[in-house]
């Protein structure tokens, strides 16, 4: 199967292809597929941006992204993105790469369910982002042409992906719904967990232990 499309293309190093087997063998097709769509829709857009960015970097962030849904973390009680963060981080150290790298996968990784924030970040950490909401919301859907997108489904095909990937959502965080407050997860929660009550932060405010 190739690994390119229009133009751009998986790097061909040790590092990513230790990331790909990682993550091909520890999760389902799912989420395999959707990690490696939002490396190209990432790379695409940061092609579309004129950005410099790690291609490597960005391949290990997208590819991790998700890892935190696993069922081996669902009760870590930590978000998701932190326990994938963290897998990301051990990976990279355990290959020698440098500090400043590994921060921008982490991080990258981390606040990719918290929007408005990686978009003023390095490029790596932006284009993650950037690829998971162009896969999961559509977002600048026209930005990247007909033939690209069908390419990239081509090699990593998406179906019944919105149903699909809602279900995984649900599944890797409903067992510590805590950590979805004032993140977008809580929404997943509302819609699939019957009895969850979503935290407000208005009223976690006005019932902090603070007398006034």
Request: proline share 6%; charged share 25%.
């Amino acid at each position: 199967m190739p690994d390119s499309v229009g133009g751009i293309t998986v790097p061909a190093t040790r590092l990513a292809q230790e990331a790909t087997e990682l993550v091909r063998e520890s999760t389902n097709e799912l989420v395999y597929h959707h990690s490696r769509r939002v490396y190209f829709w990432g790379s695409l857009q940061g092609r579309i941006r004129d950005l410099s960015f790690d291609p490597e970097l960005l391949y290990v962030g997208a590819m991790f992204h998700d890892l935190g849904l696993n069922e081996q973390f669902r009760n870590s009680g930590r978000r998701f993105e932190i326990d994938g963060a963290d897998e990301a981080r051990s990976f990279l150290q355990s290959h020698g790469v440098p500090e400043d790298s590994i921060r921008r996968v982490w991080t990258a990784i981390a606040l990719h369910t918290t929007p408005g924030i990686p978009d003023f970040m390095e490029p790596e950490i932006a284009l993650v982002t950037a690829g998971i909401e162009f896969d999961v919301l559509g977002f600048h859907f026209d930005a990247i042409s007909d033939a690209e997108r069908e390419a990239v489904v081509s090699l990593h095909p998406r179906p019944e992906f919105k149903r699909r990937i809602l279900e995984a959502f649900t599944e890797g965080i409903k067992d510590k719904p805590q950590t979805t407050f004032g993140n977008v997860k809580a929404d997943v929660l509302q819609h699939y967990v019957p009895g969850f009550e979503r935290g407000d932060f208005v009223t976690t405010i006005l019932e902090s232990p603070w007398p006034e």
